[in-house]
């Protein structure tokens, strides 16, 4: 971090800034320049308030140098983190698809689009239990009985779960779930993520819907302060000013968030572009970026779907998308 000081400061307040950061053991350069003083911080400064420097009057500006998370950079952690669940790897060049429907509706639905997913590729069934939904009058998942619902397809078929928590109160019920998803409206609930920073699951932490990457790498972090390393990244899509598509999908965020951290990232191309035949495109286009995963929610009947339908694929058509991406992704050379 750089501290430029302002001309004519009196040396007994510079030297107050001083000795404040030496108490919180950075090391400061000093450099004398014809107009300004120029601090350089050496040290952990990821517990520095840069706003609170900011705002001293005898400072002028200040610039960070190395990003505020420490876990989740790829500069102290070069290597990409493998998260192994139930024997399935994220990470480490794989790509493994998760796929269900948005929301698990009945025993029926969810053993049979499980068993659909996992023939057409699928590593993962997705379905949501606790449903985030703009409306308090639409359907709000059927909770509990819906985990259980979850844990019988897995049961059936030996696909390990991915489903999200909405609130802390909830965390026991959660307790056999291969993977809790914390969704984009939640990605910066803070006593969630420390929480879930000190139980033993992976977290898929989407992006929230007006998400920096940086905010998103500092959710991360985290999660990863309480001591779980096991955090994986999702890009599905943020809110802008385009009403064609329900998100805009930013796939740019796909390989700067992989050079940033070496977590894994994967994409939601049914949230981001909000329309069944968006999905392919998006999803192919998140693989050539270099995704480690991809999220996609299939339905039996995305007409009649509770929720999500029409962004929804039907198991034939998300069997044709595996199909392609596997193609991509064979000509890629991603680590
Ligand atoms: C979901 O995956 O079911 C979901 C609600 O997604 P998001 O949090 O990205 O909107
Ligand atoms: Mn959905």
Redesign the pocket.
Known sequence: MVVVVKKGTDEHQLSTLVEWLHSMDITVHRSEGAYDTVLGLIGDTSRIDIDLIEGLGIVDSVTRISEPYKNANRKFHPDGTVIDVGGVKLGGGSLEFMAGP?SVESPQQITSIAEDVKKAGAAFL?G?AF??RTSPYAFQGMRAEGLELLKLARAQTGMPIVT?IMDLSHLDLFADVDII?V???NMQNFELLKELGRCDKPILL?RGLSATMEELLMSAEYIMAGGNSRVIL?E?GIRTFERYTRNTFDVSAIPLLKEKTHLPVIA?PS?AGGIARLVEPLALSAVAAGADGI?I?VHNDPAHALC?GPQALTAPQFAQVVERARAIRAVMCHD
Request: charged residues 50%; hydrophobic residues 10%.
């Open positions: 948005c997705r949501g449903k985030p999200e998803q969704g984009a409206r989407k999702c599905r939601d949230h999220m929610e999500d």
